[in-house]
């Protein structure tokens, strides 16, 4: 009798042991709410969105929110912001709810349109525009879930303002070097809705003097706050190498014009982001030298509707 009895205690212990290591679920959080964003506090920030900067907890119809601005808020552009959950009433998911954000002047007037969260990775995410002229100072979040709405402000800390919308004269983000005691400055155009970048070199902010290298030259452009993504980038072709203006950048075989991706289309999805924020650096070969632009903070271009042809094929 001994053999069978020495098996139903080993049964009991395996279960045992199987049941400790069993976690019980949170119980203020659902399982399709609990899940938070990995990249809260990372460099890159969630999405290439930009490093996060934290708003403040909000508490609001029984949900709690950490509530984070992604990157920096600056006129002009696309802002992101996300909304993390840390507690919800039981029985409740993101998904029962619908909250709206918009941003407020000092006297808690308004600005510019609500616009409502979609649910990303376990949090609500925002993509405002923020708006031009003297920027809001607070924020006010509102939820409603049947006959519920409440609202909540909350202050914008200085440190989530940052650059406003890129102001180069094809719409890009304008940057400086410096070569042989010569000064020169780079155009760096993202077209977040495809993922591409275009890039111009002159011997003037406004590239009205191009600044030309061989056709062979390759720049390249790298992320410091995104480890592994270094983007080569060529002309688009050596005869006329035009821009996605028509106009044609080959002068004595050398450019001023660049592109990424080219022919070999490599992956270029982490840009292809309305609110992409990062800081990056430029550099390119002249002779035995290499120049670098040193550290700038790369932002999308905003497109006017129907005007980003693409007429070259990725």
Known sequence: MRAPRLKWIL???????SACQRKPASPSLPAATAQQSSSR??????????????VGPVDLAGWQFDVDVLGTLGAGRQGALQASPTRAPKGKS???ISVYLWFEDPAGKPIGAPVRSVVEGGALHFHPDFPTGEPPVGLTLRIRDGETDQRARLALRPDAIGPAAPDGTHGGVVTAFTVGGRSGFVEVKLHA???????WLGLDRGLAVPFDLPLATTPTLTFPELPGRTLNLAPRDTTTNADEGGKANVREGKTNYFIFPGKTGPDASFLRNPSFESTARLSFPIGDAVVDTGTFTLLPHREAPGTHAHPHAH
């Open 11 to 17: 049964v009991v212990i395996a279960g045992l042991g």
């Open 41 to 54: 506090g990372e460099p890159g920030g969630p999405s290439g969105h930009g490093r996060p900067t934290p």
């Open 94 to 96: 993101l998904a029962d």
């Open 193 to 199: 809705d495809h993922g591409d970048l275009e890039v």
